[in-house]
């Protein structure tokens, strides 16, 4: 058990949306193996558009990898990468994701330097302490100064860079990547029709009279005065910092031409950490839990429904934190305390499943058919006590938005719908009473949210919807207004542009436009609590 466990690697890769991250993806499969050539699982490209970034590499390649995990087996490692999916902006989704994960590669489009996402997604990382690895990326377009990129990621994400390897110019002046470990020059070919392992002609060192020649003048000279910039100004390298998330080690190459992809994989593999113990809450003190544990451990980070159109199925992704995970095995649930029995599990490439028997930390794995799984629960194998992760942050909605269905003969599709969506944490799902009627409140960190909310309602209930935008920015729960307990309006005092509402668990809750309106609230409802 502990080599297993010793050898996988799961992470993700993160960027800015065209940075090249499904490019990057693509290249990484086709180096364990688990790709063939694109174009050849194509059957399947019609089935749905695209709601995460490996649908757009599906729509995009012709490819089978729609969803959520992949692993494959490289240089002895078994890899696991997760798709983080991508929209324009930040999603709890993606921080869910980033929750079960140990380490991240970051693409950044070496003419752009860091752009807005690729912050927001680092700092996710920096406050979990996740390493991060770099991929400068697009070196074959004309790039930033290496010197300023380096400085740039110093500067702005306030990490050390650490370039494993340095770019022999950009642009039409490419020529390749300078190994500085191995102290090899990897020569940069154009492949035509885009082949999938460019050739790297490897020579000696920087010193090299076939380097010299190879670059032009100009190339060498700046690639020289690099070359012994970094290894002057910087430290030297620590696989300790790196796992500490204090250092990023720099990759630099071309996703698009499959170069600079395999001295970052093989990099990767080698610096990133094998599954890393959490912490777990269960008792009166937090405790590390160890992976190599003989008790079977982990939690939900992700739920989903519907990936599969044929089946209409609901799968919650396990991410194994200890132990063994063996198929038929009973687990227990921690927030519920019920025993259910992990039977349906599979192992998930794309939209492919296989069924998985057995499975060790660091693994995740998709159970079906649990329908009392929520995300962020605990599962314990049968006889473990009191372990309880606290991985899953909530984040407090910040837009929200009626959504109404403008056909009645489609009332309970789009309910179901909605309530599907809730459930996997797409949004957060209010009513607010009107009357004899209920009106449907979405609420959600970004508004971007809310238009997949209505394109999955759309494509997998048949349901269409319309949104209307509202200006409240922060909901509170009326302590202990629950059920039966409810105030009524005319018992509060509700400023304007405030209302009253009720949460997903039948709780009382207050939307506010402002601040000002939460804090009239609570000095005009004397004795009345907000949580
Ligand atoms: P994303 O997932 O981060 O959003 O980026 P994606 O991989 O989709 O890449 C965005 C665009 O950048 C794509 O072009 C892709 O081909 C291109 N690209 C990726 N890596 C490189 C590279 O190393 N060099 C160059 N020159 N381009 C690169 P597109 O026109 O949007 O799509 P496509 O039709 O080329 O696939």
Redesign the pocket.
């Known amino acids: 058990m502990l080599s297993e466990i010793d050898r996988r690697r799961t992470f993700a890769i993160v ?1 800015h ?8 993806t693509e290249k990484l499969l086709l180096y364990g193996g688990a790709l063939q050539l694109a174009g050849t699982v194509t059957a399947r490209k019609k089935e749905r558009a695209t709601v995460s ?1 490996w649908m ?1 590499l599906e729509r ?1 390649r012709g490819i089978s990898v729609s969803s959520t995990v992949l692993n494959f087996d490289y240089g002895g490692y078994r890899v696991n990468l997760l798709d983080t999916p ?1 929209h324009k902006d930040f999603s709890e989704d993606t921080y869910r994701v980033l929750t079960a994960v140990d380490s991240v590669i970051m ?1 950044i489009d070496g003419g752009k330097g860091i752009e807005g996402q690729t912050r927001k997604l680092f700092e996710v990382c920096r406050r979990r302490q996740t390493p991060v690895f770099t991929f400068v ?5 004309p790039a930033l100064d290496t010197l300023t990129l380096l400085d740039e990621i110093e500067r702005v994400l306030n990490i050390r860079a650490y370039p494993m390897n340095l770019p022999m110019g950009s642009g039409v002046d490419f020529r390749g990547i300078f190994d500085r470990r191995a102290e090899t020059a990897c020569f940069y070919e154009r492949v035509p029709g885009g082949a999938y392992r460019a050739p790297e002609a490897v020579s000696g060192g920087i010193s090299d009279p076939v380097v010299r020649e190879a670059l032009t003048p100009s190339v060498y000279a700046a690639l020289c005065e690099e070359a012994e910039m970094v290894e002057h100004a910087g430290a030297s390298f620590s696989p300790e910092d790196v796992l500490a998330g204090r250092t990023t080690p720099v990759f630099f190459g ?4 499959n170069f600079g992809v395999q001295l970052l994989l093989d990099g990767f593999l080698e610096f990133s950490p094998p599954p890393r113990p959490r912490m777990s809450y269960g008792g009166e003190a937090k405790v590390e839990v160890d992976t190599a544990s003989e008790l079977f451990s982990g939690f939900v980070f992700k739920i989903q429904a519907n990936m599969d159109p044929k089946h209409r199925d609901r799968m919650a992704f396990v991410r194994i934190v200890s132990g063994r995970f063996e198929r038929g095995m009973t687990a227990v649930n921690v927030r519920t305390g019920k025993t259910l029995r992990l039977a349906n599990s599979s192992a998930i490439f794309g939209r492919e499943r296989t069924t998985v028997d057995e499975a060790f930390a660091g693994d995740v794995i998709g159970v079906l058919g649990v329908d009392a799984l929520r995300i962020g629960d605990t599962l314990c194998g049968d006889g473990v006590s009191g372990i309880l992760y606290n991985e899953i942050p909530v984040f407090p909605p910040e837009c929200f938005a009626i959504i109404h269905n403008p056909s009645p003969a489609n009332y309970k599709r789009f309910r179901e719908g909605l309530a599907q969506l809730a459930l996997e944490g797409l949004v957060k799902l209010y009513e607010i009473p009107a009357g004899h009627q209920r009106i449907s409140l979405l609420g959600a960190v970004g508004p971007l949210q809310f238009d997949l909310v209505q394109y999955r309602l759309e494509s997998e209930y048949g349901a269409a919807s319309r949104i209307e935008n509202t200006d409240w920015t922060m909901v509170r729960r009326i302590e202990g207004g629950a059920g039966g307990g409810a105030l009524d309006e005319a018992s509060l005092h509700v400023p304007m542009g405030a209302r009253l509402a009720v949460d997903g668990d039948g709780r009382q809750v207050v939307l506010f436009p402002s601040e000002w309106h939460r804090r009239f609230f609570e000095e005009h409802n004397e004795g009345v609590a907000l949580e």
């Open positions: 960027s949306p065209d940075a090249g991250k499904t490019t990057l970034d757009e995009k991508g693409v990326n697009k070196m074959d377009r071309s996703a698009a031409n």
